[in-house]
């Protein structure tokens, strides 16, 4: 008795398969899409090789000084003599360690964060919250322990940006939570409270927050008494985002079933530990792209500051290009400025997927 | 120049509510002391004027006042602390106390010195509204410029001015508004427009910006005056006088020839009798002033006069390459003229 055996598979023709059969089907499938296709090439065509040619090709890396480059490229020797300046601002170059130490602590510092198996890891992050910042400030500062005083007004660049954003999340999240719950309470009076901060902040655009706090303010104040104008702009922005925080918190809040509501009071559970322990973590988790959306956004908002003075990134761009001697540089100031804000725009819209990934308990499927 | 509406109208509200507190005389010289230095407003940016210099020091014309200021008052040019002011944000920093001195090249107008609370204390500037145009185009005066497209810088009373001057020529233009500088620069190099204005002292800025400098050229006509010039808080006349006869010593320094380089030389054998009054040789001026007797060697040491200072920061021996012109002493062309110290 013979066995039949089967001859082997054949591969799939070559028109289904491969990088042939994969442009068939995605670009050119009907007339439409290879017009569409075609269009697509030529404008990349167009646009492409001038840009490679004018940022490496023709461009200039070496150098110190403006006839050091060559018309027609672009001139990162610009980038290159004044990068301190968009990394610090004004902060004196012999303390500029300081606030070098000061980003390390806050990687190190938060390392512990993303170990799985850490112990008490709650405890540690409330600390880490509450220690970092005095350190922080004690170090960019000064003025104790021996460290000559930087005042705010010399703060710059990148590290005026990163100050910003990071103590704008750090305070519109518990504010915009807590806005949430008060907009949510039964208590009337918190209930308005709550909907009325809100629905202003909301209502008013930032720009108008930070420029009344720094043209309407003063005049209020009695002579001679100024509020440090970096710390109005942190307030503005502080309170401005949290009114966002806390809509996005909301939408969160709502989605959670009654049930767990219930579930939570059968516990024996008060109002605190039932947000706390049951609704939150399961709200937030939920709202984490809305959340990361709103500080992309606060972000790219401290820009604003330009309005009121301060001297972010961008502003320490736009500094740099009024210098008589690199006059007419400002292309290449602005191409690296969106580098910068998109490396970070990007690395926070990464780690919010990462964190969805890891939170996720599969409710949806 | 850079007259902003809002800015009256907030003003107006803050006079209303009476919270624009004027200082007591004398109260800005012993604050100043106390706290060792002198805050002096600038602007957010401007070449030649005010702008960071790579090791992130202040430099520019509108600097180096301050400087002067602070080199009369503490024999330290270097004691200044600057606050980067936004054209909006100026008239109130001045007036709430946050800045001891204004100079941000502000064009002294009459609204602005009575209506403000705030008092000029002279001119570092004569500027005016002027154009830039290419050398295709063959033009040598602004009065060929008819029918001509022309980039304006927004937000600016450049708008008006240029608006004033074609309709009082009886010539027709096409404006083209930008709002930013850089903008405006590029747009004339790409030939969007034929004629680019603004004041005159930016457009030497703005030519450095095009590819080639060298096909542009600026015409020589100003058809707008702008006299721009520092600014102290109304009501304290002692701060005042230090202020104005700070921006007087350095006009005057160049007058008699009394340079960064020789001053102490004659600081020390002064013959000619100004020159000894100027520099504390003969009599105590500074007395009435509440200044050190040698209160203007050590602004011509550490700051230079007019000259020197002009010529440093927007003249020849900068990127800019301004011409003196109006800017020049009154015996060489110009205007400047500083009164006698005795």
């Not at chain 1, 004018?54 to 980038?79: K, M, Q, Y």
């Not at chain 2, 027709?172 to 500088?181: A, F, M, V």
Request: glycine content about 10%.
């Amino acid at each position: 008795m013979s066995t039949h055996t089967f001859k082997p598979d054949l591969p799939p023709p070559n028109r289904s398969i491969g990088a042939w059969a994969w442009m068939r089907a995605n670009l050119f499938s009907s007339v439409f899409n290879t017009l569409l296709t075609l269009l697509a090439l030529y404008l990349v065509w167009l646009l492409v090789p001038p840009m490679i040619k004018w940022a490496f090709l023709d461009a200039t890396f070496r150098g110190t000084e403006r006839s050091d480059c060559t018309p027609g490229g672009a001139c990162w020797v610009f980038i290159k003599m004044r990068f301190g300046q968009f990394m610090y601002g004004f902060y004196p170059p012999e303390l500029r360690w300081r606030v070098d130490l000061t980003l390390l602590l806050a990687i190190v510092g938060t390392v512990p964060l993303f170990i799985k198996a850490m112990p008490r890891k709650a405890i540690y992050g409330i600390a880490f919250l509450i220690i970092y910042p005095v350190v922080a400030w004690v170090l960019l500062h000064g003025g104790v322990l021996g460290l000559d005083a930087v005042p705010t007004s010399r703060w710059g660049g990148l590290t005026l940006t990163l100050v910003i954003a990071s103590v704008g999340i750090a305070g519109a999240l518990p504010l915009g939570i807590f806005l949430a719950l008060g907009r949510r309470s039964e208590m009337p009076a918190v209930r308005v409270l709550c909907v009325t901060f809100i629905e202003f902040w909301r209502g008013i655009p930032l720009i108008t927050v930070l420029f009344m706090s720094s043209v309407m303010l003063p005049l209020f104040l009695p002579e001679g008494m100024s509020f440090d104008k970096l710390l109005r702009a942190l307030i503005g922005v502080i309170l401005f985002q949290s009114a966002y925080i806390a809509e996005v918190v909301r939408g969160g809040l709502q989605a959670i079933p009654k049930g767990q509501y219930e579930a939570a009071s059968a516990m024996g559970l008060g109002y605190w530990r039932a947000m706390g322990l049951v609704i939150l973590p399961q709200a937030l988790k939920l709202v984490i792209p809305g959340i990361v959306n709103t500080f992309i956004a606060l972000f790219k908002d401290t820009s604003l500051v330009i309005i009121i003075g301060l001297f972010d990134l961008l502003n320490s761009l736009h500094q740099a290009t009024v210098d008589p001697v690199w006059l007419g540089m400002s292309t290449e100031g602005y191409v690296f400025g969106a580098l910068i804000y998109w490396a970070f725009c990007f690395g926070m819209s990464q780690y919010s997927q990462r964190l969805e990934r890891r939170l996720d308990t599969s409710h949806r499927s | 120049m850079k007259m902003v509406k809002s800015t009256l109208a907030i003003l107006t509200t803050a006079a209303v509510l009476g919270v624009s507190g004027f200082a007591h005389a004398g109260a800005t010289l012993d604050a100043v002391k106390k706290k060792g230095f002198v805050q002096c407003g600038i602007s957010d940016g401007l070449p030649g004027f005010s702008y960071a210099e790579a090791g992130g020091k202040y430099a520019g014309l509108d600097v180096d006042v301050c400087r002067a200021v602070a080199a009369a008052v503490f024999g330290d040019a270097e004691k200044v602390r600057y606050s980067p002011l936004t054209a909006k944000e100026r008239f109130t920093a001045l007036q709430s106390g946050e800045i001891d001195i204004l100079s941000r090249n502000t064009t002294w107008t009459s609204s602005r010195d009575a209506g403000m609370g705030m008092n000029f204390i002279g001119v570092t500037y004569y500027d005016g509204v002027g154009f830039l145009v290419n050398k295709k185009l063959g033009v040598s005066s602004a009065k060929e410029l008819d029918g001509a497209t022309i980039c304006i810088q927004a937000g600016t009373t450049t708008e008006l001015n240029v608006s004033d001057y074609f309709r009082s020529n009886g010539m027709k233009y096409t404006p083209i508004t930008y709002d930013r500088s850089d903008e405006s620069a590029k747009s004339l190099e790409a030939g969007r427009c034929d004629v680019l204005t603004s004041d005159q002292s930016q457009l030497y800025a703005q030519r450095i910006k095009l590819a080639n400098p060298d096909d542009y050229v600026v015409l020589p006509e100003v058809i707008s005056k702008e006299p721009l010039g520092p600014a102290v808080r109304r009501g304290d006349d002692e701060w005042f006088a230090i202020a104005k006869w700070s921006l007087f010593a350095m006009i005057g320094a160049e007058e008699l020839g009394v340079t960064s380089a020789n001053v102490e030389e004659m600081a020390k054998n002064a013959k000619n009798p100004d020159v000894a009054r100027l520099l504390g040789a003969e009599g105590n001026f500074g007395n009435d002033l509440k200044l050190p007797k040698d209160w203007a060697v050590k602004i011509v040491k550490q700051v230079g006069n007019y000259g020197e200072v002009f010529e440093r920061n927007v003249g020849m021996g900068s990127a800019l390459k301004i011409k003196r012109g109006l800017n020049a002493q009154w015996n060489n062309g110009g205007i400047l003229y500083a009164p006698p110290v005795r």
